[in-house]
């Protein structure tokens, strides 16, 4: 029997209808069958007949709304949060669907001023306001551009006592009442008072919105996500008191603003001649050029002439280096039963010795089966790898080739296994 307006509905219920009718949410139509497709009420509002679900909707967060989360991960450049609630939803504390139970707030989303990582301004368990932006193909969402949004509650990372919010100190705008510890949070005026926000309160003006950080606070900043090493500020593990390792501090510098300079060499260029810096120790006979010179090179501007020159002026270096440094070999295939001793003695009758290194497997103690030979001119170098490359040492055939400067072989062949 035909189900009719008013009538309860199951999925697969037929559902009497008149020529002309139609249909609305919850009603399959083929041909000249109607069946339902909710569980629900048959109702009709305007003629158009369509099936009132006992469900209710599914709660999914829509560009605009207003979230309530938990931080759940903090990445060098995102916060991701899990969603507890929606505030703009109705009925807005039901689950959230799998795919979009996660939100990311980027670094430059969560508070009116620079911030290196978002460690910095938000940690794990922090509870927080935030407006969703972008629904698809993931979640974002911004606690900047409304003074309601932000971190409503937070947990003393070493203790666990509830943080209060401080200006004592500018840049670290709470503080534990039990413990030392102090942060930095980017915070709503909500923070503290739970979900409703008193009128007059103000306390996101605490976050120094626009402003450069004190001297004391940069340099605790997490620079660059500060990974693996996560700064007092933003590390989650540790109290405010703990000593930095001295691999993670930072030199300080009024044009840097706390950051580390890269230390640059003087050199020359080696296509116009004109002095230069480069952020690496130079090696002779390698060609070194100014930014000028090498965008000329890269779009193919330069001269003919020119690169001929710097050919031959790098030719002359390299063979001033080699006489200097001497002409380092790459041996391969070493017993590991091997010593520094046995290849100065297979080496020196073939010209004269510079260095010999051994690489070792420390963890083994033990040769990783690979040396570098370093004799003084190429001349000897020539005649050690024709006497000695693709024969027997100690019991294994070892290879002897011209290495180059980074410790390589220049073999084309030669493959890792």
């Not at 399959?28 to 099936?51: E, F, Q, R």
């Not at 927080?128 to 309601?148: Q, Y």
């Amino acid at each position: 029997m035909a189900a009719s307006v008013g009538d309860h509905v199951t999925p697969g219920s037929a559902i009497d209808f008149t020529p002309g009718s139609e249909f609305g949410n919850g009603v399959h139509v083929t041909g000249n069958d109607a069946v339902a497709i909710l569980s629900g009420k048959l109702v009709s509002h305007s003629g158009v007949i369509s099936v009132e679900s006992y469900a209710p909707p599914i709660n999914t967060p829509k560009m605009g709304d207003f979230l309530i989360g938990e931080v759940n991960r903090l990445n060098e450049k995102t916060a991701e949060i899990r969603v507890l609630h929606i505030e703009t939803n109705e009925g807005g504390h039901r689950a959230v669907p799998a795919l979009k139970l996660f939100a990311d707030i980027y670094v430059s989303e969560i508070v009116d001023r620079f911030i290196p990582s978002a460690g910095d301004a938000m940690r794990k368990r922090d509870i927080v306001r935030a407006k969703v932006i972008n629904v698809e193909p993931m979640l974002k969402a911004t606690t900047k551009g409304d003074s309601n949004l932000g971190v409503l509650h937070a947990a003393c990372p070493p203790c666990g006592a509830d943080l209060v919010a401080s200006e004592k100190t500018p840049d670290f705008n709470v503080e534990c009442p039990r413990c030392d510890y102090r942060g930095f949070r980017a915070l709503s005026n909500g923070f503290g008072h739970g979900f409703e926000i008193p009128k007059g309160s103000d306390l996101q003006s605490l976050n120094r919105p626009g402003q450069r950080w004190s001297e004391e606070a940069e340099s605790m900043l997490g620079h660059d996500g500060a990974r693996p090493y996560l700064s007092p500020v933003a590390d989650h593990r540790r109290g405010w008191s703990h000593e930095i390792p001295a691999s993670a501090r930072r030199s300080q510098s009024p044009r840097s603003g706390g950051r580390q300079q890269r230390e640059m060499f003087p050199t020359e260029c080696t296509l116009c001649g004109d002095s230069t810096q480069v952020p690496f120790k130079p090696t002779p006979g390698k060609p070194i050029r100014c930014r000028d010179c090498m965008a000329k090179v890269e779009s193919g501007n330069a001269d003919r002439e020119d690169l001929a020159k710097e050919r031959e002026k790098i030719k002359i270096a390299r063979e001033k280096a080699q006489g200097e440094l001497g002409v380092k070999l790459f041996v391969g295939g070493i017993s590991y039963d091997a010593t520094e001793d046995d290849l100065r003695k297979a080496f020196s009758t073939h010209g004269k010795l510079k260095d010999v290194h051994l690489a070792m497997d420390k963890e083994r103690n033990r040769p990783k089966g690979f040396a570098f030979v370093t004799l003084s001119s190429k001349d000897d170098a020539k005649k050690a790898i024709k006497a000695l490359n693709n024969t027997e040492f100690m019991g294994r055939r070892i290879s002897v080739e011209e290495s180059n400067s980074q410790g390589r072989s220049r073999s084309k062949g030669r493959r890792r296994r």
